[in-house]
């Protein structure tokens, strides 16, 4: 676990926040998606300020460190009505070693606002998804040797073809990911149609449902733990993926309708094991989806967080 810096701006401006409402007992407020640097800026404005009125539910989805420990230790006994959540069980064991002492599982929602009519099997090309931007963790630099070894096989244009979601924006990684996503231009239409504005939901969700098979190569290290709403999202659609073995999204996956990925270094084999078996992949998928759809819901996530 790496160490962390304190983000004490969050802590102040969330606890003036909480202040300036002036919550009653019964009300909840939801801290969502907060990291390390977050939390610990958080917990030091709460273990020096009076009991907050409201239950807090705190969701921790990203990995913990060992300066957690003692945060958490901090707030004991403080008088505020703290709940802590993350959202998959990996995670909630790591904060319990860090001395979280009782923390919840939250369900994942999809948020998909409608289902995609019955997919067809004979349809081709299959089309090979990329969504959710161009990261490094996210393997999207991997892309442009994919498409060329599957062109360099002749499945790419013809058996296949790839709809990319090329959006990233100003970080360390740009100049990387500028050049996959040149690498990726060069190809006709036919092999790659690439998406270079982010799309609003609406927007998103149609290039989801235009997916065939979705390509998630994360970092194993970086997602051993955490969580993929994309995943949710596939998984909901019935849309089989590739995912990196050793991960949550590995042990999420309904096995036999989607390929787990050994390494990166092996992208184009699992690939090409996936189209290969797409029809198996996709039928075991669309069995699987209905679990998901019932389930990972905001509904769901609510009654959770008021039970």
């Not at 703290?82 to 790591?94: G, V």
């Not at 630099?141 to 070894?149: E, M």
Request: with cysteine.
């Amino acid at each position: 676990m790496l160490p962390s810096v304190t983000d004490p701006g969050f802590g102040r401006e969330l606890l003036q926040m909480l202040v300036k409402q002036q919550f009653q007992p019964g009300d909840h407020v939801l801290i969502h998606t907060v990291g390390a640097s977050e939390f610990l800026g958080l917990a030091k404005m709460l273990a020096s300020h009076p009991p907050v009125t409201a239950t807090l539910h705190v969701v921790l989805r990203y990995d913990g460190v060992a300066e957690e420990r003692d945060a958490f230790r901090s707030l004991e006994g403080t008088g505020h009505l703290l709940r802590y959540w993350t959202d998959t069980e990996p995670l909630a064991a790591q904060y319990r070693e860090l001395g979280c002492r009782a923390i919840g599982v939250l369900p994942i929602p999809h948020g998909l606002t409608a289902l995609p009519p019955p997919r067809s099997t004979s349809r081709h090309p299959l089309t090979i998804g990329y969504l959710g931007g161009a990261r490094g963790d996210k393997g999207f630099h991997l892309l442009p040797d994919l498409v060329d070894q599957l062109v360099g096989d002749g499945l790419v244009p013809g058996k296949a073809r790839f709809l990319i979601q090329a959006t990233f924006g100003l970080s360390r990684e740009e100049g990387l990911m500028e050049a996959a996503r040149c690498r990726l231009a060069r190809h006709s239409r036919d092999c790659v149609a690439l998406i270079e504005t982010p799309p609003d939901s609406e927007g998103f969700q149609r290039a989801l449902m235009a997916t065939d098979l979705l390509l998630l190569p994360y970092d194993r290290e970086v997602y051993q733990r955490r969580s993929s709403g994309l995943l949710v999202q596939a998984m909901a659609l019935g849309i089989p993926t590739v995912v990196p073995n050793g991960t949550w999204l590995a042990s999420a996956a309904p096995e036999n309708a989607h390929v787990r990925l050994e390494s990166r270094a092996l992208l184009s084999e699992a690939v090409r094991l996936a189209i290969a078996t797409i029809p198996s992949l996709r039928a075991t998928a669309l069995i699987a989806a209905c679990d998901v759809c019932w389930t990972q819901t905001a509904d769901n996530l609510l009654a959770m967080l008021l039970d």
